[in-house]
């Protein structure tokens, strides 16, 4: 059915798309949803960028 491999966000650093197999951890700061990812790519703890 969905072949579309579910991500979290785009890498902040290395642009790559960041599964949300990959997630870390998942807050709520100031009001918004905020989250900690490892890249699969550059493999550093980043913040996921929300794709356009
Ligand atoms: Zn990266």
Not at 12 to 39: K, M, N, Q, V, W
């Amino acid at each position: 059915m969905t072949d579309a491999t579910p991500s979290c966000g785009y890498c902040p650093h290395c642009g790559a798309t960041i599964p949300t197999g990959f997630l870390l951890i998942t807050y709520d700061a100031a009001g918004e949803r905020s989250a900690f990812a490892e890249c699969p790519d550059c493999e550093s703890v980043v913040t996921p960028a929300d794709g356009a």
